[in-house]
């Protein structure tokens, strides 16, 4: 027992004021801080579920399980500081040159993280709103510490630093509101009765229940083109992203066809009529194949 007594207590570093720190107490702290850090995830997973079934939005959740899990390692760096006897004071000259080791080697660790609380408290961009970012379009799935975790409309996770989600162009969709406008285009061939089929397009847009009552639709003949007489239709919808859009979209024109079918109006198709005008007969021979061949 003496002997383990005296590794127990054996100085490691002493400190002018005579104080020193032993090797029990950096066992203790060592085991206090991977302690604290695995309790203080456990409460963090414990309070996202508990937030999850409050119907909290999912931006003020994660904001709020941030701030209890770094109060939490705050709490518990401080306890392990008070059980080595460590005044604070004694970090003042190591903490001015670990500074200045970050501001220079980590400033796009630091960067990224404020940015990630700046994006968390602003909200330029929500957990679960639908973003575009360049040519890539999906849903935030994650603001983290370094960086945002986009889910694209093919599966694919995209991770974007933080700082970009700043300082490049975003586009949300869903900032807002989860109202959307979209156009159908369609083509009828020419004689078509073209109020019927302008009642027939607003029919078939209103019939669609994603389809906003306020604003109205609106169709427009759009022009008279090479082979068909072009209609656009106007909408608002209620959706959250690209992937619903075009769903409707396709629906509505699902229902055209069927309107179209009942009412003998036929969708153009693009085609060319040739005029030969020629000073002399044509000749038009018609020639039988050698049956041998």
């Known amino acids: 027992m003496e002997s383990f007594d005296a590794i127990w207590t054996y100085p490691l570093i002493n400190f002018s004021d005579g104080t020193h720190i032993h090797v029990g107490q950096v066992i203790l702290v060592t085991a206090l801080l991977v302690a604290g850090y695995l309790v203080s995830r456990l409460i963090e997973r414990v309070i996202r579920t508990r937030l999850a079934k409050t119907g909290m939005r999912a931006d003020a959740a994660l904001i709020l399980q941030r701030i209890i899990y770094y109060g939490l390692l705050t709490a518990v760096v401080m306890t392990a500081l008070s059980l ?10 190591v903490s001015g040159a670990v500074a200045i080791g970050v501001g220079f080697g980590a400033q796009n660790i630091i960067n990224n993280f404020i940015s990630g609380w700046i994006l968390l408290i602003e909200r330029p961009v929500r957990v679960n709103d639908f973003v575009e970012v360049d040519t890539h379009q999906g849903v935030v799935e994650r603001i983290g ?49 073209l109020r019927l089929t302008a009642d027939l397009i607003e029919q078939a847009v209103k019939e669609h229940p994603d389809v906003r009552a306020e604003p109205p639709p609106l169709i427009v003949l759009d022009d008279f083109g090479d082979s068909a007489i072009i209609f656009d239709a106007y909408f608002w919808c209620d959706v959250g992203g690209e992937r619903e859009l075009r769903g409707i979209r396709s629906d509505v024109r699902f229902r055209l066809d069927e309107l179209f079918n009942e009412n003998g109006i036929v969708i153009a198709f693009p085609q060319q009529d040739v005029h030969m005008n020629s000073a002399t007969p044509l000749e038009v021979r018609l020639l039988k194949a050698d049956s041998k061949n």
């Open 84 to 93: 080595l006897h460590v005044p604070l004071h004694a970090f003042a000259f």
């Open 145 to 193: 510490n370094r960086s945002t975790q986009i889910r694209r409309t093919d599966g694919v996770h995209l991770l974007i630093p933080n700082s970009q989600m700043l300082e490049r162009v975003v586009v949300n969709w869903t900032l807002v509101d989860r109202q959307i406008r979209t156009i159908v285009k369609v083509g009828v061939a020419y004689g078509s009765p």
